[in-house]
């Protein structure tokens, strides 16, 4: 069982950048493949980004592209998730998660549902 914490999350104004981390622990973190989410206020949980085992495939929902860069380090057990000119819609609590790689999870990285394995989630804020 991988148990996921997340860090980095803050307030930042409109056109800065901020680095999320999530470091795994308890499981055989080269065997997952990982993903980012978000949940503003209100809303509902959303992808924003996904990475296979190596590094290799990477995914980004459309309103990040060219702006968030994810990436891996299987030999610290971490995921980061490079937040470059944000904007206030980027606002929300930014959560990890965690599934063993598969055919399934390529078919399905997008979607909360096809992940077991979440962290607590952290907070960004991009003021105007």
């Known amino acids: 069982q991988v148990a996921l914490v997340e860090s980095g999350g803050g307030l930042v104004q409109a056109g800065g950048s901020l680095r999320l981390a999530c470091a795994a622990s308890g499981g055989t973190f080269n065997s997952y493949a990982m993903g980012w989410f978000r949940q503003a206020p209100g809303e509902d949980r959303e992808f924003v980004a996904a990475i296979g085992l190596s590094g290799g495939r990477t995914y980004y929902y459309d309103s990040v592209k060219g702006r968030f860069t994810i990436s891996r380090d299987n030999a610290k057990n971490t995921v980061y998730l490079q937040m470059n000119s944000l904007k206030p819609e980027d606002t929300g609590v930014y959560y990890c998660?965690?599934?063993?790689?598969?055919?399934?999870?390529?078919?399905?990285?997008?979607?909360?549902?096809?992940?077991?394995?979440w962290g607590q989630g952290t907070q960004v804020t991009v003021s105007s």
């Open positions: 998660a965690a599934e063993p790689f598969s055919t399934r999870w390529l078919a399905g990285y997008k979607w909360a549902y096809d992940y077991d394995h």
